[in-house]
């Protein structure tokens, strides 16, 4: 129960009970491409002391308690029962064979040196036989990919994978996150409306059924929390999320909110907030690795030009600001270009509008490095989604909207894509599962 009091909503319901963060987190990732080398070849050197978890919310913010007259701001880690990263035990799925280390020094996003110190953890990490279907990512190929079977049988090889992880490694519990490539850009068919009919599907080799949904499916199927960090669609799908729902399990999507669009939620919202107009934004990518290669052909990037697009349209909310939004010109281009590797750039050319209609520019050019910004990203998803779990909390998680372009919601409600209110809202989530005030910003205590 909720009740609003000088500007403060006072929680009075108990705290939410949550399962002590006992023994190993098995994290699971389908895709062992640069952004999940990346990311476990940090969070080994972290745990190593050989560098700092830098752009991670879970490791270094804090999060204020209570009046800012009180000086409580913990940092989230201490707040809440995550678990800590001494614990995090790591299985991969992938096309290609090569280990963990291979991957990462071909990848190219690390130093040398620093993978060189990182060999033995990294080496150990071999991946396991992908469902792959290149009728749904079409630029790249590899061989190391289960064969045999149907949709259904690839599926229940995907569980025993999970189920042999599970036992080989001895960890208590287990979270899935989808790092794998773009696929081609697919809306909901018929085969996705329930679970009975997806299952059939499966049983049927379904053509509008993705390998994700596969990796979804199982780990719904075997009690696994899934995040979807690619713009396709996966378990924002019906089906999928009423298995999630009947299996009690957190899910969250979709598309890891890193470079280009991270500065339009950004920059935007304070565009709107001063209500200044917005007559034009133009966005332009080049980037190489395998995301470049696959976001090359035209599906993919159909899939990754759908999250882009949609952010600016409900921040803006042209709807209700006509004589603003209403003409906007919003254009978004990706361009693969092999020398670039990892470090992408981003440029943005922003036409807008000020007192009397008079026009100004604004231009950015991230210089970024995508894998870098997406695998802090991956670490917070995963430690949420395994409190959530041991939270009790099911089905779509909107509170870590936060971390994606594209926020998985319930049916029928719009997402909300201004950074800031997805930073209040992932706090005071945070907030209420401990039995805290939450926090409006209001402010009116501090002067009755």
Not at 279 to 300: A, H, K, M, Q, Y
Not at 394 to 400: A, C
Not at 413 to 432: A, C, G, S, V
Request: glycine residues 8%.
């Amino acid at each position: 129960m909720l009740q609003l009091r000088y500007g403060k909503i006072k929680n009075l319901q108990e705290n939410v009970k949550i399962a002590p963060a006992e023994g190993d987190l098995g994290v699971l990732i389908p895709g062992m491409g640069a952004v999940t080398t990346t990311f476990i070849a940090g969070v080994e050197a972290v745990k190593r002391g050989l560098a700092q978890p830098i752009g991670s919310v879970t490791q270094l913010a804090t999060i204020r308690l209570g009046k800012r007259t009180e000086g409580r701001s913990p940092k989230i880690k201490d707040f809440v029962p995550l678990a800590d990263l001494k614990d995090l035990t790591f299985g991969t799925w992938d096309i290609y064979d090569d280990n963990c280390w291979e991957a990462a020094e071909n990848a190219g996003v690390l130093e040398k040196s620093l993978l060189e110190q990182l060999r033995e953890p990294l080496s150990s990490i071999q991946p396991m036989k992908a469902v792959f279907d290149p009728d749904f990512v079409r630029r790249i190929n590899g061989p190391n990919v289960k064969q045999k079977g149907s949709k259904m049988d690839r599926a229940e090889m995907l569980m025993d994978d999970i189920r042999n992880f599970r036992e080989a490694s001895g960890v208590s519990r287990l979270v899935m996150i989808w790092c794998g490539s773009t696929e081609v850009f697919h809306k909901p068919a018929a085969v996705h409306q329930t679970l009975k009919d997806f299952e059939c599907g499966l049983m049927k080799n379904d053509p509008e059924i993705s390998p994700s949904q596969i990796y979804a499916f199982a780990a719904l199927k075997s009690g696994v929390p899934y995040a979807n960090g690619a713009p396709h669609l996966t378990t924002d799908a019906p089906a999928l999320m009423e298995l999630a729902h009947e299996r009690q399990v957190p899910i969250c999507g979709k598309d890891f909110k890193t470079g280009q669009t991270f500065m339009k939620t950004l920059i935007a919202p304070g565009l709107k907030s001063r209500m200044l107009g917005v007559s034009g934004w133009f966005s332009t990518n080049i980037l190489g690795n395998r995301d470049g290669e696959v976001l090359d052909d035209p599906g993919s990037f159909k899939s990754k030009e759908e999250t882009k697009l949609s952010v600016l349209e409900h921040i803006l909310q042209p709807d209700l600001y006509p004589e603003l939004y209403g003409n906007i010109y919003h254009k978004v281009r990706i361009n693969y270009y092999p020398p670039r590797g990892d470090a992408k750039e981003g440029w943005d050319n922003i036409d807008i509008f000020g007192w009397l209609g008079y026009p100004m520019q604004i231009k950015i050019d991230f210089l970024c490095r995508d894998s870098i910004l997406a695998a802090p990203l991956v670490l917070d998803l995963v430690l949420f989604l395994d409190l959530a779990q041991r939270a009790g909390m099911r089905g779509v998680q909107e509170w870590l909207s936060f971390y994606f372009k594209a926020p998985m919601t319930a049916p029928g409600l719009y997402p909300e894509h201004d950074i800031f209110i997805q930073l209040m809202k992932l706090k005071n989530t945070l907030r209420w599962m401990r039995g805290e005030d939450l926090i409006t910003h209001l402010g009116l205590e501090y002067y009755d």
